[in-house]
């Protein structure tokens, strides 16, 4: 009987640790996502501000035109912001209780607040406009 | 016999009336959790994408326009 409740301890201390580990990586996660993206900041904004990359509604960067798309660097960088972003996304999106295409859409609408008026959005038909293009 | 029929038709109504349900509480709810839902999702962006505040104005595509151009003497 004695054996069996040190037994039943010990496998509850193991899945307690399992537990702390599984809840700190995910936060490691978030941490990790956040400081490789803000060492991205400055390039995808210097990318946008020449109008060489701009925002989908799905809330994920592209490239505006083909020549940007077809240029190495650029999408080397996007592919590394998309993958931070579709991680960011699927974090927040269980943290809320809601889907990850909510948490992209919600982060486009917050880009696109807080865009300058030559910034590039696709709409939803698939086209290229400049923010000034698309205020009523 | 005149009678009759007026009364028969005021009991349809009343009947009919009786049977009408208001369903107004099931259309309010899944705009106040969406709502809800929103907000939190909102903030926690927020929260997460302050770097782009403190480093430069805006989105980082946004340059802040000083406002005061007078010459310095």
């Given at each position: 009987m004695k054996k069996l409740t040190i037994k039943i301890c010990a496998l509850f201390c193991v899945l307690t640790l399992f537990a702390v580990v599984a809840i700190s990586s995910a936060q490691d996660t978030k941490d990790d996502i956040k400081l490789r993206m803000k060492d991205r900041f400055a390039q995808i904004s210097e990318l946008k501000q020449s109008g060489k990359i701009g925002e989908t509604p799905s809330g994920f960067a592209e490239a505006v035109s083909k020549e940007s798309a077809q240029d190495e660097k650029i999408s080397t960088l996007l592919t590394a912001e998309n993958n931070d972003r579709k991680l960011l996304y699927a974090i927040i999106a269980t943290e809320s209780q809601t889907s990850v295409q909510e948490v992209g859409m919600g982060n486009a609408k917050r880009y696109f607040q807080k865009a300058s008026a030559s910034d590039y959005f696709k709409t939803q038909a698939g086209e290229w406009k400049q923010k000034k293009d698309m205020m009523p | 016999?005149?009678?009759?029929?007026?009364?028969?038709?005021?009991?349809?109504?009343?009947?009919?009336?009786?049977?009408?349900?208001?369903?107004?509480?099931?259309?309010?709810?899944?705009?106040?959790?969406?709502?809800?839902?929103?907000?939190?999702?909102?903030?926690?962006?927020?929260?997460?994408?302050?770097?782009?505040?403190?480093?430069?104005?805006?989105s980082g595509s946004t340059k802040s326009i000083p406002h005061d151009k007078t010459p310095k003497q």
């Open positions: - | 016999m005149k009678c009759i029929i007026p009364i028969i038709a005021v009991g349809i109504v009343l009947a009919l009336t009786g049977c009408w349900t208001i369903t107004v509480k099931h259309q309010v709810e899944p705009i106040y959790i969406t709502m809800n839902v929103n907000v939190k999702v909102e903030k926690q962006l927020n929260d997460f994408f302050d770097f782009e505040d403190q480093g430069q104005g805006g």
